[in-house]
């Protein structure tokens, strides 16, 4: 085999905090990555997987202490003073980020920003030369519209269209090497797949080395041909794809495997009890924008009946979130009826939607931005039950010690803060917050979409139990079709604003009626090598 265009050895890379102790986040990585080929690194957060990606390209930070080898091409990167990094950077290897919108200047357009980059690694190039170069990325990358969205600006972009153009940027200088870091989380199943075509594409067609920095075992399925497993700072194995998905050797790989919800495997027997805790009937919504009204949800009608769990999909922007939003009047209801209990909300006033807020619980999507940093854990579980049940002292401490338990907590942790906790542990106090008065409805807005996987398992496994023994009725909103199929009695699909297909996870996840429906099941990443090559050569051959 040739030489690799990418060579780590014995990586380490330890941070130095104010007070002087070192954190070792790598610790004697190695691997390699030849021209061509697709290598994923995958770890849950902490493991060091990004930090590893970064190091690569003199990113990290200067309390960062780097040694080891990382040679790209044979030069050594490790100690490269800047002018060397700078050359390397853009030109000889490229980073597409997790967060298009995070890696694009808001106030600069689109084709500045990638004329700027030319411009430094070809400064030769003439301005007509350079714009044609823009405009044969844009149309490389499949962006809609190419001459037109030149002179667009990053927040005129949706979140896939952003990511095409970070891509069109990563490949303007034909790099040897592409580093892509988590470069699909934040997108829908159908954009998911759309960007992972694209750079199987580049792969295909350049040569060019990829380094694919994931959590996501579907994704690593689908485009991987070799598999980096980190934990702790550490590899744990590395493995072909294949062999990873059917011989792992490590413990811990086994547990992240067996940890990922899978398609068709939903088995949830609910016990539905006939009495719809919500029902809404024509619900319209619609927002404001300067001169013209914008429909966020039009006529939408379901229910949902005390004990049965009814997911929400559909892509970003669908209205999905809104509808969900304007069961708690967090959004204009336009028309239609919300009721809960039979109560129109639209109705209530005064101690009346006092008591309406009391039966009615939501987990958010984002656990460190719906709790209070300022506040002890105990003080954020113990706010509704202080204002809304009017417990204090010794009764209100006993009740939030119920509720860390029954989340899977310590009762010691009630002194806690939200920066001292994990992201499972946070949404775990999210979800005790939720239940503590003992709502007839929970609303849960993707709670488990920024967790890793086996994180994720845990919280799904929490909501089944909580759902069993509370018996509230959940309208749980998501974009990941293999978790709502673990969990969810029926499922509603939404497109944009409305609801196109309703019926139980069954029907809807195994026979859809609607072409929407099948292409994003189509579209959803599945842990399986084999089946993601298979349905890869299908579309192809379309």
């Not at 039979?342 to 958010?364: C, L, Q």
Request: net charge neutral.
């Amino acid at each position: 085999m040739s030489e690799p265009r990418l060579s780590v050895e014995e990586l380490k890379v330890e941070f130095r905090g104010q007070n002087g102790a070192g954190v070792r986040a790598v610790d004697g990585v190695s691997f390699d990555v030849h021209d061509g080929e697709v290598v994923a690194v995958v770890g849950e957060s902490g493991s060091g997987k990004s930090v590893t990606a970064m190091s690569v390209l003199g990113l990290l930070p200067k309390n960062a202490t780097t040694t080891g080898s990382i040679r790209l091409g044979g030069e050594e990167l490790v100690d490269a003073g800047l002018e060397a990094l700078e050359a390397v950077r853009g030109r000889r290897a490229a980073m597409i980020f997790q967060d298009p919108f995070g890696a694009l200047d808001p106030v600069f357009t689109i084709g500045f920003q990638i004329r700027e980059v030319l411009g430094k690694h070809f400064p030769s190039l003439t301005g007509p030369e350079r714009r044609q170069r823009v405009l044969d990325l844009l149309t490389a990358v499949e962006l809609s519209e190419p001459e037109k969205r030149m002179s667009a600006f990053p927040h005129q972009l949706s979140g896939g269209q952003a990511q095409r153009v970070v891509i069109a940027m990563a490949l303007a200088c034909e790099p040897e090497l592409l580093i892509a870091d988590e470069p699909t989380t934040a997108l829908d199943v159908t954009v998911q797949r759309e960007i992972l075509d694209l750079l199987i594409g580049v792969r295909e067609r350049t040569g060019t080395a990829v380094l694919i920095i994931t959590h996501d075992m579907g994704v690593v399925a689908d485009v991987a041909d070799r598999v980096v497993v980190m934990r702790r700072g550490r590899i744990e194995e590395t493995q072909t794809v294949h062999g990873l998905f059917t011989r792992p050797t490590a413990e811990y790989t086994r547990q992240l495997l067996s940890s990922v919800p899978r398609l068709g495997a939903g088995d949830r027997q609910g016990v539905v009890e006939g009495h719809s805790v919500l029902v809404l009937d024509e619900v319209s919504v619609e927002y404001r924008q300067r001169f013209r009204a914008v429909r966020a949800v039009t006529g939408a009608s379901l229910h949902i009946d005390r004990g049965e769990i009814l997911a929400l999909v559909g892509e970003s922007g669908s209205g999905k979130s809104t509808l969900g939003k304007s069961i708690v009047g967090l959004a204009p209801v336009k028309s239609g009826r919300v009721l809960v209990d039979g109560v129109d909300i639209s109705s209530v006033r005064g101690k009346d939607a006092i008591d309406y807020k009391k039966r009615v619980g939501v987990v958010f999507q984002n656990p460190l931005g719906a709790l209070d940093p300022r506040y002890t854990m105990g003080e954020v579980i113990g706010e509704p039950l202080r204002v809304h049940a009017g417990l204090k002292g010794r009764p209100l401490a006993s009740r939030v010690n119920e509720l860390l338990e029954a989340v899977g907590l310590e009762p010691s942790w009630s002194g806690r803060y939200s920066h001292e906790l994990s992201g499972g542990q946070r949404q775990r106090v999210a979800i005790a917050r939720a239940i503590a008065l003992d709502p007839v409805l929970l609303i849960a807005d993707e709670p488990t979409s920024a967790l890793d996987v086996s994180v994720q398992a845990t919280i799904l496994e929490l909501f089944r139990r909580l759902q069993t023994e509370l018996r509230f009725a959940c309208l749980f909103i998501s974009h990941d079709l293999a978790v709502v199929d673990s969990l969810a009695d029926r499922v509603v699909v939404m497109r944009n604003s409305r609801i196109v297909e309703e019926g139980s996870r069954n029907e809807v996840l195994t026979h859809p009626r609607e072409d929407y429906t099948r292409r994003l099941l189509e579209s959803a990443p599945i842990p399986d090598p084999d089946l993601q090559k298979k349905r890869r050569r299908e579309r192809e051959a379309r």
